[in-house]
């Protein structure tokens, strides 16, 4: 607290204390940076202003330990990163070496996988491995509320740390200072960038199933080209679910494209008729008792493994569930 009264002598402002804090600048995290420069030069502003200093010193004092918080952080980040292990059954852990040096290397990388290759889980984590989530947060988005949940939960589990992983979506908030990754909706990026367009709060950047190509999703996609060429430090990884991935690399300056498989055991493939008729509840009843005699079917064929249904909506389920109770009986 600043000392004022008659006899107080104003607290100038040392130059010393003016290239700590500039020295400092250079070795804090990059999402610290914009808002304690910011603080720096209104401190300088006000110093050359009054001949009193006496507030701007203690607002010095308050910034430089800001800094070396900051600068703290950045080290014990580079230091000791959160260890990683990865499932060996997932087919994208194969390719590990191969894309962590990717994102090493690359600003852009466009990373096509399909359905179980497991690149939505691991890829936040090869990010850390690659030295990302130092100097501002990993994010990743996802296209809805209950994928960025669950994605958040599964990423918290393998790194056996809540503390690492936080969920950003509507009305729901988990981020934490500690927080290496930050898994969110696409539309809370876009919120985000309203802002904070420079989108300082993450070093990292992962848009998750770009295939699909909502409005957010293309939005996103336009408004992160632009952003790489201001921010160089940003890295960026798109993934797909398709391999129509040449268009995402052209947008992004023929970025490399890294292809993984997704099956890891073969898959038959099983075709029914669309189901007829105009009436609503009728379709809707058929559609279960067709599911259910169906799932009857398989478990004759054969007992081992499970099996994973499908439907619309939730009266199709449950409505599926009970047809194949009576027949389990």
Same mark, same amino acid.
């Given at each position: 607290m600043s000392e004022k009264g008659p006899g107080?002598?104003?607290?100038?402002?040392?130059?010393?204390?003016? #290239?700590?804090?500039? #020295?400092?600048?250079g070795e804090i995290r990059g999402c610290d940076r914009g808002h304690l420069k910011r603080d720096l030069e209104r401190i300088k502003k006000a110093r050359r202003k009054t001949k009193d200093s006496s507030d701007s010193h203690a607002a010095l004092e308050k910034l430089i330990s800001g800094l070396k918080a900051s600068a703290e952080e950045r080290r014990r980040r580079m230091s000791t990163p959160p260890d990683t292990?990865?499932?060996?059954?997932?087919?994208?852990?194969v390719r590990r070496e191969e894309i962590v040096d990717a994102i090493r290397k690359n600003q852009v990388?466009?990373?096509?996988?399909?359905?179980?290759?497991? #690149?939505?889980?691991?890829?936040?984590?090869?990010?850390?491995?690659?030295?990302?989530?130092?100097?501002?947060?990993?994010g990743c988005t996802q296209p809805r509320r209950i994928a960025a949940i669950t994605v958040a939960e599964r990423i918290a589990e393998?790194?056996?740390?809540?503390?690492?992983?936080?969920?950003k979506i509507r009305f729901h908030d988990s981020s934490k200072a500690p927080n290496y990754i930050r898994v969110m909706t696409d539309g809370i990026l876009l919120a985000e960038a309203q802002g904070h367009p420079a989108l300082n709060a993450y070093d990292t950047l992962i848009i998750?199933?770009?295939h699909e190509r909502s409005l957010n999703i293309d939005v996103l996609l336009g408004m992160v080209r632009k952003l790489i060429d201001r921010r160089r430090n940003l890295k960026v990884i798109?993934?797909?679910?398709?391999?129509?991935?040449?268009?995402?690399? #052209?947008?992004?300056?023929?970025?490399?494209?890294?292809?993984?498989?997704g099956r890891t055991y073969p898959v038959e493939i099983r075709y029914e008729e669309p189901v007829e008729g105009s009436d609503r509840e009728n379709a809707a009843s058929s559609l279960a008792e067709r599911t259910a005699v169906a799932i009857s079917s398989l478990i004759k064929e054969s007992r081992s493994g499970d099996i994973l249904a499908f439907l619309p909506t939730e009266i199709d389920i449950r409505e599926t569930m009970m047809i194949a109770g009576r027949e389990f009986a």
């Open positions: 107080a002598a104003p607290r100038e402002i040392k130059p010393v204390m003016l #290239k700590q804090a500039e #020295k400092l600048m292990s990865y499932p060996a059954e997932l087919p994208i852990v990388i466009v990373l096509s996988g399909e359905t179980g290759s497991g #690149k939505t889980t691991q890829i936040p984590k090869m990010c850390i491995e690659a030295g990302r989530g130092v100097d501002g947060l990993i393998e790194l056996k740390n809540p503390e690492l992983v936080g969920c998750d199933e770009a798109i993934t797909s679910a398709t391999l129509d991935t040449q268009k995402f690399s #052209k947008h992004f300056r023929d970025a490399p494209i890294i292809e993984v498989s």
